[in-house]
Nanobody, 125 residues
Framework: QVQLVESGGGLVQAGGSLRLSCAAS????????MAWFRQAPGKEREFVAY????????YYADSVKGRFTISRDNAENTVYLQMNSLKPEDTAVYYC??????????????????WGQGTQVTVSS
């Protein structure tokens, strides 16, 4: 019902910035909570950031707080992740996800109904 496609990943030097986009098609996602996760080789999928349907509440993993910003443009059915002050440990495949409703367990992957294919972010030192 909903398709999510991430873009904007690439190679960046430590201290640099990238902006990831997640474009949704099909059913509108204006009423969906959205999140970003990431997964590095050999590691579990890790919560990064969450935004409610209204954009009124934002939650971040401690590891990215103060450096990353999640936002959404419901008119464009797009969610963004602005990543600043990137570190080599941020290297991972980044995934966007959508949930039909909000949840206390916003950092749990099983909360989300739809997932994108992922986009690679590589931060060099």
């Amino acid at each position: 019902q909903v398709q999510l496609v991430e873009s904007g990943g690439g190679l960046v030097q430590a201290g640099g910035s990238l902006r990831l986009s997640c474009a949704a098609s099909g059913r509108t996602v204006s009423s969906y909570a959205m999140a970003w996760f990431r997964q590095a080789p050999g590691k579990e999928r890790e919560f990064v950031a969450y935004i409610t349907w209204s954009g009124g509440s934002l939650y971040y993993a401690d590891s990215v707080k103060g450096r990353f910003t999640i936002s959404r443009d419901n008119a464009e059915n797009t969610v963004y992740l602005q990543m600043n002050s990137l570190k080599p440990e941020d290297t991972a495949v980044y995934y966007c996800a959508a949930a039909r409703g909000g949840s206390y367990y916003y950092s749990t992957p099983s909360t989300y109904n739809y997932w994108g294919q992922g986009t690679q972010v590589t931060v060099s030192s």
